[in-house]
C-alpha cells in the first residue's frame, strides 16, 4: 500500500508560478511511475504529465508542454510539478498517481492517488 500526500497548491496570478510536491510512504518508491492529473469542476479528470520509474523519460500533455516540468527524488519519496506561466485554464485539483506501469497516461493504469491539492488561477 502507497499513501500519497500532496503539497504546494494554492492562488496565484496569471503568469505565475507553484511547485507542487507528492511524498510517498514506504520503501518501494523507486518501483513506481509517478504521475500528475487534474481536474477541473465539472470535467474529467485529465493526464498532465508523468515520469518514469527510473526518471529517466516524462511525458507531458500538450497543453502544459513547455510551461510544467514534473521530476521525482527517490531519496526522498517525492515527486514534483514545477508549473510556470500558469493560465486561468489551468485551475482544477492537482492530483499525484503512482502506477505498476514503467510509464503510464491514463487514469485506468493508475493504482495509487492522493486526495488532492487545489491550484486556482486568476486572470
Known amino acids: 500500500q502507497v499513501q500519497l500526500v500532496e503539497r504546494g497548491g494554492g492562488l496565484v496570478q496569471a503568469g505565475g508560478s507553484l511547485r507542487l510536491s507528492c511524498a510517498a510512504s514506504g520503501r518501494t518508491f523507486s518501483s513506481y511511475a509517478m504521475g500528475w492529473f487534474r481536474q477541473a469542476p465539472g470535467k474529467e479528470r485529465e493526464f498532465v504529465a508523468a515520469?518514469?520509474?527510473?526518471?529517466?523519460?516524462?511525458v507531458y500533455a500538450d497543453s502544459v508542454k513547455g510551461r510544467f516540468t514534473i521530476s521525482r527524488d527517490d531519496a526522498k519519496n517525492t515527486v514534483y510539478l514545477q508549473m510556470n506561466d500558469l493560465k486561468p485554464e489551468d485551475t482544477a485539483v492537482y492530483y499525484c498517481?503512482?502506477?505498476?506501469?514503467?510509464?503510464?497516461?491514463?487514469?485506468?493504469?493508475?493504482?495509487?492517488w492522493g486526495q488532492g491539492t487545489q491550484v486556482t488561477v486568476s486572470s
Open positions: 515520469i518514469s520509474r527510473s526518471g529517466g523519460k516524462t
Open positions: 498517481a503512482a502506477s505498476d506501469l514503467w510509464m503510464f497516461t491514463t487514469t485506468t493504469s493508475t493504482r495509487y
